[in-house]
T-cell receptor
Framework: QKEVEQNSGPLSVPEGAIASLNCTYS??????FFWYRQYSGKSPELIMF????GDKEDGRFTAQLNKASQYVSLLIRDSQPSDSATYLC???????????????FGKGTKLSVKP | DTEVTQTPKHLVMGMTNKKSLKCEQH?????MYWYKQKAKKPPELMFV???????INESVPSRFSPECPNSSLLNLHLHALQPEDSALYLC?????????????FGPGTRLLVL
């Protein structure tokens, strides 16, 4: 069973702080990793994707990938109250057509940024 | 442009009704997906269409019937649903359906079955 694990939270950080969201996955053959943000009652919105080990930065967001540890994280710098949402980690499966489809989602981490 | 559109935004139906959900994308993507999402849960894959052919059906009950009329459109026909089918139904698309391509989600249809 291929799995993606996230701490469900809630993770509470003060405005202006760095929020760190973590995700582990079980399929060692996975090659693609995604972070989606989902506001309550809305659909998931792609924040970042990462394919290679290391860091990838986009504005206030940094994705970090360590394939050896099967670990991916998302850092949000200068957190704002508008960042308050559930963050879904999704991992591309290593085999097309598997029973899990081609993206496996974690259960999401709820982030709350306090003014 | 990474827009996927879905209609209707909200739908209320009785258990004997027949209704359809529609999804459209104009990004030239050749893979389209239906997901079901219950409150406080991650999206749950239902169907995958690749090049207008159904490639994955995640053991979804036959009261849900997908259709892909062309590469830009995806429908989900609903018949004789149960109250437990109430959920947010999400459509997504990606360039192709291999090895975890980036998927872009539509805004969803919130379905309530009475």
């Amino acid at each position: 069973q291929k799995e993606v694990e996230q701490n469900s939270g809630p993770l509470s950080v003060p405005e202006g702080a760095i929020a760190s969201l973590n995700c582990t996955y079980s399929d060692r053959g996975s090659q693609s990793f995604f972070w989606y943000r989902q506001y309550s009652g809305k659909s998931p919105e792609l924040i970042m994707f990462i394919y290679s080990n290391g860091d990838k930065e986009d504005g206030r967001f940094t994705a970090q990938l360590n394939k050896a540890s099967q670990y991916v994280s998302l850092l949000i710098r200068d957190s704002q109250p508008s960042d308050s949402a559930t963050y879904l980690c999704a991992v591309g499966t290593s085999d097309y057509g598997g029973s899990q489809g081609n993206l496996i989602f974690g259960k999401g981490t709820k982030l709350s940024v306090k003014p | 442009d990474t827009e996927v559109t879905q209609t209707p935004k909200h739908l209320v139906m009785g258990m004997t009704n027949k209704k359809s959900l529609k999804c459209e994308q104009h990004m030239g993507h050749r893979a389209m997906y239906w997901y079901k999402q219950k409150a406080k849960k991650p999206p749950e894959l239902m169907f995958v269409y690749s090049y207008e052919k159904l490639s994955i059906n995640e053991s979804v009950p036959s009261r849900f019937s997908p259709e892909c009329p062309n590469s830009s459109l995806l429908n989900l026909h609903l018949h004789a649903l149960q109250p437990e089918d109430s959920a947010l139904y999400l459509c997504a698309s990606s360039q192709v359906a291999t090895r975890g391509e980036t998927q872009y989600f539509g805004p969803g249809t919130r379905l309530l079955v009475l």
